[in-house]
């Protein structure tokens, strides 16, 4: 098991930056991948972009080019650079772990941060 953490929303202006951060409670040495996915005001919630134990990272269509995930497997911290936002970016973003458990991967999530892109 694992607990998450999310922190680094707020408000931005369209075309501003903003780096999320993602602590886990335990080494995330042995965790399948980690990602990051978003729900925006009356949507789906959907994948934003995931990154795997070898840095293997895939991204959203609507995010790539502008955001950027990685990894400090010694700090135990998962980060999401997003610039060029857009107002379309507006959304809770949460922190997502998948962990391999019993022949399953099991999935665990962090409370979410806001991210407001307004002018």
Do not use: H
């Amino acid at each position: 098991q694992v607990q998450l953490v999310e922190s680094g929303g707020g408000l931005v202006q369209p075309g501003g930056s903003l780096r999320l951060s993602c602590v886990a409670s335990r080494s995330i040495y042995s965790i399948y991948d980690m990602g990051w996915y978003r729900q925006g005001p009356g949507k789906q919630r959907e994948l934003v972009a995931v990154i795997s134990s070898g840095d293997s990272a895939n991204y959203a269509d609507s995010v790539k080019g502008r955001f950027t995930i990685s990894r400090d497997n010694a700090k135990n911290m998962v980060y999401l650079q997003m610039n060029s936002l857009k107002p379309e970016d507006t959304a809770v973003y949460y922190c997502n772990a998948r962990i391999f458990e019993r022949l399953q991967l099991i999935n665990y999530w962090g409370q979410g941060t806001q991210v407001t892109v307004s002018s």
